[in-house]
Structure formats: structure tokens, C-alpha cells
Nanobody, 120 residues
Framework: EVQLVESGGGLVQAGGSLRLNCAFS????????IGWFRQAPGKEREGVSC????????YYADFVKGRFTISSDNAKNTMYLQMNSLKPEDTAVYYC?????????????WGQGTQVTVSS
């Protein structure tokens, strides 16, 4: 059974940092890309970042480039999203999701989300 559990969200002031964690199980990380998404109140869900271990690639949305870093620890079956220089507009529920294959896209399974709130 595929499971993804996010943690690490919280309340932080603008300019601060948070590290989100996505603990996963039930699949082999080498065979699937994993991504981070977010959804703010009243807005559509949007892609934030994605990592493909087997392809050696990472992707970032323009609005987080230079501020967020995606990484993984295969031994711990955990993916991370280091978020620096946070802005109030980064406030959202953040989700991790696993893709059906090695390329980013076509996500099949989702975590329950973790709330990130950035105060001004």
C-alpha cells in the first residue's frame, strides 16, 4: 500500500525558513518521481517542485526558484522541501505526491497535507 505522510509545516514570519518532510512507503523511489504541490484558500492546487531520483532531475516552479530546495534520503524513504525566504503568499497546504513513473507528472497517490502559514 502506497503511503505518503507530510510533516514540518507551521507558522513562520516572512523571511523565515521551514523544512517539510514527506515520509513514503509502498513503492521504490528509484521507479517513481515525487513532487510537492500546494493549495491556498480559494485557489487551485499548483505544482511546486519535483524530484526524479533515477533521472537525476529536479524541477521548480518559477515562484520558488532560488528559495526552495527539494531533496531526498533514500535510506530513510523521505523527501524534503527546504523553504527559505518565505513570503506570505507561500501560505498554503503543502502536499507530496508520487508519480506513476520515473518522470514528473501523472501523480497517482497523495499525502494528507501539512499547513504552512507565513505571517507578514
Amino acid at each position: 500500500e502506497v503511503q505518503l505522510v507530510e510533516s514540518g509545516g507551521g507558522l513562520v514570519q516572512a523571511g523565515g525558513s521551514l523544512r517539510l518532510n514527506c515520509a513514503f512507503s509502498g513503492f521504490t523511489f528509484d521507479d517513481h518521481a515525487i513532487g510537492w504541490f500546494r493549495q491556498a484558500p480559494g485557489k487551485e492546487r499548483e505544482g511546486v517542485s519535483c524530484i526524479s531520483s533515477s533521472e537525476g532531475n529536479t524541477y521548480y516552479a518559477d515562484f520558488v526558484k532560488g528559495r526552495f530546495t527539494i531533496s531526498s534520503d533514500n535510506a530513510k524513504n523521505t523527501m524534503y522541501l527546504q523553504m527559505n525566504s518565505l513570503k506570505p503568499e507561500d501560505t498554503a497546504v503543502y502536499y507530496c505526491a508520487v508519480a506513476s513513473g520515473r518522470l514528473c507528472g501523472d501523480y497517482d497517490y497523495w499525502g494528507q497535507g501539512t499547513q504552512v502559514t507565513v505571517s507578514s
